[in-house]
């Protein structure tokens, strides 16, 4: 965000390395396989981050637990978005607005992470149906 590629991608690779570690130890820690997808979408290694990610849903559905479950699709969308996998990122969005920990207006209209979904009518169609709801948290 700060315009410093180089310092973010050095950041990103250490953090890579600690996160791996983590995921090392128990791989079946769907939180910790997200966050290492997350990090992967940030370093380029697209194929990696969307597998990393679609495990993560496996291990932790929403189904099984409404808030963690949640939390993770929430980051597979990011995963998506952030790895050029508009449509993909749209189904986890209309998923998402559909359950009570899902996504909220105020974080899908201004946090940066959707940046990447910015003026895609998709996109805008999902932030305008949040308006009218009420945020449940």
Excluded: H
């Excluded at 290492?36 to 990610?53: M, N, V």
């Excluded at 597979?76 to 998923?95: F, H, N, P, R």
């Excluded at 992470?113 to 149906?129: K, T, Y």
């Amino acid at each position: 965000m700060k315009g410093d590629s180089t310092g973010a991608r050095a950041a990103f690779s250490a953090a890579r390395l600690q996160q791996e570690q983590v995921v090392s130890a128990d791989p079946n820690d769907g939180s910790a396989l997200c966050f290492l997808g997350l990090i992967d979408a940030s370093l380029g290694r697209k194929e990696e981050a969307l597998e990393q990610a679609r495990r993560a849903v496996e291990l932790l559905p929403v189904t099984k637990d409404a808030l963690d479950g949640a939390e993770i699709l929430y980051f597979y969308a990011v995963i998506c978005a952030w790895t050029g996998e508009s449509d993909l990122a749209m189904e986890q969005l209309k998923i998402l607005t559909k359950i009570p920990a899902g996504v909220s207006y105020g974080e899908i209209r201004l946090d940066p992470f959707w940046d990447p979904l910015r003026g895609d009518p998709r996109f805008e169609q999902i932030v305008a149906s949040l308006t009218s709801k009420p945020d449940p948290r």
